[in-house]
Structure formats: structure tokens, C-alpha cells
């Protein structure tokens, strides 16, 4: 079964960092792309940032700066550190893996920056 599990949320204050970790299982992660989205209350879902196959990395506006996003192949987990969070941030994160004919999701975990 294809899974991606997201952990790592949590309520932080302004300022204040987060490590959100992505395991994939269940397909051959090496030729995934993987991106990370959020969504908060009531918006559209937006790209964060995401890192190709090879290693080619690109962020959103919004977090370039604060956000880095990593991949390990050995173990099949894609990070994002999330530093000098600010409220705008707060929302529920999501994990892709795309391919040229397949992608997947995983189910979120929430991220809640307080002012």
C-alpha cells in the first residue's frame, strides 16, 4: 500500500522553528518528486516548496529564507525545516510525490503559528 505520513507539527510562537518529516512507503520513492503544500482554513491549497529527484530544490516566495527543504533516499523521508515561523505560516501541511503518470498525498499535520 502507498503511504505518506506526515509528523513534525505542532503549535509554535512567532519566530520559533518546526522540523516536519515526510516517510513514503510503498512505491520507489527515488523517482518521486516530492513537494510540500499547505492549506489553511478556508484558502486554496499552495505549493511550499519542493525538491526533484535529483536534487533540484524551489520555494515558494513566502518561505524562501526561512524554509529548507531536504530528501533521504536511504530512508525514504523528505524534511522541511520551517524556521522564524510567522503566523501567515499557520495551516495544514501536506506531503506530494509526483510522477510522470502517478502522484500521491499524504494526510497532513497541522502547523499553528501564534502572534
Known amino acids: 500500500e502507498v503511504q505518506l505520513v506526515e509528523s513534525g507539527g505542532g503549535l509554535v510562537q512567532a519566530g520559533g522553528s518546526l522540523r516536519l518529516s515526510c516517510a513514503a512507503s510503498?512505491?520507489?520513492?527515488?523517482?518521486?518528486?516530492i513537494g510540500w503544500f499547505r492549506q489553511a482554513p478556508g484558502k486554496e491549497r499552495e505549493g511550499v516548496s519542493c525538491?526533484?529527484?535529483?536534487?533540484?530544490?524551489a520555494y515558494a516566495d513566502s518561505v524562501r529564507g526561512r524554509f529548507t527543504i531536504s530528501r533521504d533516499n536511504n530512508k525514504n523521508t523528505v524534511h522541511l525545516q520551517m524556521n522564524s515561523l510567522k503566523p501567515e505560516d499557520t495551516g495544514v501541511y501536506y506531503c506530494?510525490?509526483?510522477?510522470?503518470?502517478?502522484?500521491?498525498w499524504g494526510q497532513g499535520t497541522q502547523v499553528t503559528v501564534s502572534s
Open positions: 506530494n510525490a509526483r510522477a510522470r503518470l502517478q502522484d500521491y
Open positions: 510503498g512505491f520507489t520513492f527515488d523517482d518521486y518528486a
Open positions: 525538491i526533484s529527484s535529483s536534487g533540484f530544490i
